[in-house]
């Protein structure tokens, strides 16, 4: 009887292992084989599963942001993360709305780079902020719909 739980415990723990490494492997074919903006492969698998997705491209790291606030450049970011879940319901609508108006909106994920939420006053996420001349000129926080988010683009980021 000993020897029978011995064995099944043996079994249970190589699936384990064995598990461990097919998702292990996985994730290195996933950061791999996509665009990887983050120069690491030390991602959560929240970020992993989302780096061939289009709605999260065009991705600013905090030095690219921190060198364009430096430079007084005008720059709209989208501050997200990939758990959140009005994140998710928002993206997919708020990226096609900017592509459809032409505003260059750079997306920043807070779950790889919390300590930026603080820097630019983003107290939740969704979070869109506009910043011009080194300072926040405006930002719209929450899920919102087409409309909120057309008016704040076309007062704000639009000429």
Do not use: W
């Not at 064995?7 to 990887?36: H, M, P």
């Not at 903006?37 to 905090?62: E, R, V, W």
């Not at 993360?81 to 997919?92: A, D």
């Not at 820097?119 to 919102?144: C, F, M, N």
Request: net charge negative.
């Amino acid at each position: 009887m000993q020897k029978k739980m011995l064995i099944i415990v043996g079994v249970i723990l190589v699936l384990f292992v064995a598990l461990y490494f097919v998702i292990d492997y996985k994730n290195n074919q996933a950061i791999n084989n996509s665009e990887n903006p983050y120069g690491t492969k030390n991602l959560d698998q929240a970020t992993i599963d989302q780096l061939d997705d289009p709605n999260y491209g065009n991705q600013i790291m905090p030095e690219e942001l921190d060198e364009k606030v430096e430079t007084g450049d005008a720059v709209t970011v989208y501050f997200y993360s990939p758990t959140c879940v009005y994140c998710q319901n928002t993206t997919p609508y708020l990226v096609p709305l900017t592509e459809e108006l032409g505003v260059d909106m750079k997306k920043l994920n807070l779950l790889e780079f919390p300590e930026e939420a603080r820097k630019y006053g983003v107290e939740s996420t969704p979070t869109v902020v506009h910043i011009d001349d080194g300072e926040v000129v405006a930002s719209i926080l929450g899920q919102r719909d087409e409309d909120e988010y057309t008016a704040f683009f076309n007062e704000f980021v639009l000429d």
